[in-house]
């Protein structure tokens, strides 16, 4: 059974940094793409950043030269590094990841708060 664990998450101030980790483990086949998704209180869930097996990246505008995502394959790991954050990052950050069928698997979620 595939599992991603999150870790990283956490309250820090305004203008503070921190990095997200998901580690995929168990049996998940050649990984595609990675993603980050944030959902906060009473607003749908959103794509924050995401990287191809080729490590294109994409981001939401309102994390553009803030936010930078990255990969090591041999360690089936995405990461976020989060800088300049904003009272408005606030959220349950998700991972996800496609295997080479496109199938998806979710992270749990890790929760960062940050205070102004």
């Known amino acids: 059974q595939v599992q991603l664990v999150e870790s990283g998450g956490g309250l820090v101030q305004a203008g503070g940094s921190l990095t997200l980790s998901c580690a995929a483990s168990?049996?998940?086949?050649?990984?595609?793409?990675m993603a980050w998704y944030r959902q906060a209180p009473g607003k749908q869930r959103e794509l924050v950043a995401s990287?191809?097996?080729?490590?294109?990246?994409n981001y939401a505008d309102s994390v553009k030269g803030r936010f930078t995502i990255s990969r090591d394959n041999t360690k089936n790991t995405v990461y976020l590094q989060m800088k300049s954050l904003k009272p408005e990052d606030t959220a349950v950050y998700y991972c996800?990841?496609?295997?080479?069928?496109?199938?998806?698997?979710w992270g749990q979620g890790t929760q960062v708060t940050v205070s102004s």
């Open positions: 996800k990841m496609y295997d080479y069928t496109w199938r998806a698997y």
């Open positions: 990287i191809t097996s080729g490590r294109s990246t």
């Open positions: 168990g049996r998940i086949l050649s990984i595609k793409d």
